[in-house]
């Protein structure tokens, strides 16, 4: 009865340390989005997200909304900031859109009419041992004028594991000058 139990136990370690690769080089779930200025970080606030993945034979698709608000204002000091979003993936986006609108009131609510698309580089970097994508940027926050800058950030991948479906993801951030003590 031993012999049979250790062997059972041996094909399923067998079939396990098979799995366990192929399910952790394939990525199931959307990653996670921060923004990172002035030594702080705010994770992006859900506005919608697709994903799909699956094992080359059979695809899944997860679709998610959030409430379209933007996150609580990031207090940051006023003048010109280098602003980092940053990707916790290890395949380059296919494709990053970033709109920015200020504001001198505050609120969960960006103000209407056309977002300013910034300048932004895409490098890869690594952080904790994992690479990472970041989009870099600059905003200008000021005391009377542009207190609040709103930002949203798109950013699509193709699912080259799986079943060549679509990856992406849609988050808002929110950054505000600091109140003086």
């Given at each position: 009865?031993?012999?049979?139990?250790?062997?059972?136990?041996?094909?399923?370690?067998?079939?396990?340390?098979?799995?366990?690769?192929?399910?952790?080089?394939?990525?199931?779930?959307?990653?996670?989005?921060?923004?990172?200025?002035?030594?702080?970080?705010?994770?992006?606030?859900?506005?919608?997200?697709?994903?799909?993945?699956?094992?080359?034979?059979?695809?899944?698709?997860?679709?998610?909304?959030?409430?379209?608000?933007?996150?609580?204002?990031?207090?940051?000091?006023?003048?010109?900031?280098?602003?980092?979003?940053?990707?916790?993936?290890?395949?380059?986006?296919?494709?990053?859109?970033?709109?920015?609108?200020?504001?001198?009131?505050?609120?969960?609510?960006?103000?209407?009419?056309?977002?300013?698309?910034?300048?932004?580089?895409?490098?890869?970097?690594?952080?904790?041992?994992?690479?990472?994508?970041?989009?870099?940027?600059?905003?200008?926050?000021?005391?009377?004028?542009?207190?609040?800058?709103?930002?949203?950030?798109?950013?699509?991948?193709r699912d080259e594991q799986g079943c060549g479906g679509r990856q992406e993801i849609n988050r808002h951030f929110h950054l505000k000058?600091?109140?003086?003590?």
């Open positions: 009865m031993l012999g049979r139990s250790a062997s059972l136990t041996a094909l399923l370690v067998v079939i396990f340390l098979a799995l366990v690769p192929a399910a952790l080089g394939h990525d199931h779930s959307a990653p996670r989005v921060d923004l990172a200025v002035a030594g702080k970080i705010q994770r992006g606030q859900l506005h919608y997200e697709t994903w799909d993945s699956g094992d080359g034979q059979t695809c899944v698709s997860f679709h998610t909304d959030g409430t379209g608000e933007y996150p609580a204002g990031l207090a940051v000091e006023r003048g010109r900031h280098r602003v980092r979003v940053r990707f916790f993936k290890e395949q380059r986006p296919t494709d990053v859109a970033i709109g920015l609108r200020y504001s001198d009131i505050g609120g969960r609510t960006p103000p209407s009419g056309e977002a300013r698309r910034p300048r932004y580089s895409l490098t890869r970097a690594t952080r904790d041992g994992q690479t990472i994508w970041r989009a870099t940027f600059r905003v200008r926050l000021r005391q009377i004028a542009y207190r609040h800058a709103y930002i949203h950030v798109e950013a699509r991948w000058v600091a109140s003086p003590v």
